[in-house]
């Protein structure tokens, strides 16, 4: 059940969440973006949230944990090393006008992303540690 709602957990961030902050001026109708940049943008936020309805049918109908915590861990994983190699192209997560999105002073990307990340990897390690103790 740990491994259930450590992805329900980590899909309603990347499916949910994320699109309602990132659907408005300063993402997809920001104004200073490309059209490129924003036809990017709601690409991303499809396929995650499409992503995410994939493990959650996976996860509570088909009963298969294990495809849906990988492609959970993609999508946690790939925003947090996106976060962590920002540097080399040029990337932030402050808004133009410097303002930054923060929860004690962490980034709430990185602050949500990253607790989804590690509950995903403790939850599955749990689950083998009790399988082999059960075995």
């Known amino acids: 059940m740990i491994k259930k709602i450590a992805i329900t957990f980590s899909v309603i961030l990347y499916a949910i969440v994320v699109p309602f902050l990132d659907i408005n001026e300063t993402h997809v109708w920001n104004p200073d973006w490309t059209p490129h940049a924003r036809i990017h943008e709601v690409w991303q936020l499809i396929t995650n949230s499409s992503i995410g309805v994939v493990c959650l049918w996976l996860v509570w109908y088909k009963k298969e944990v294990q495809l849906s915590t990988i492609l959970s861990l993609i999508v946690t994983g790939g925003f947090l090393l996106a976060f962590f190699l920002k540097d080399g192209y040029g990337g932030s997560m402050k808004y133009l006008d410097g303002s930054e999105k923060t929860i004690v002073g962490i980034n709430i990307g990185v602050l949500g ?16 540690i009790k399988k082999t103790t059960h075995n």
Not at 121 to 128: D, F
């Open 113 to 128: 992303f990253g607790i989804a990340f590690l509950f995903l990897i403790l939850s599955h390690m749990l689950t083998k």
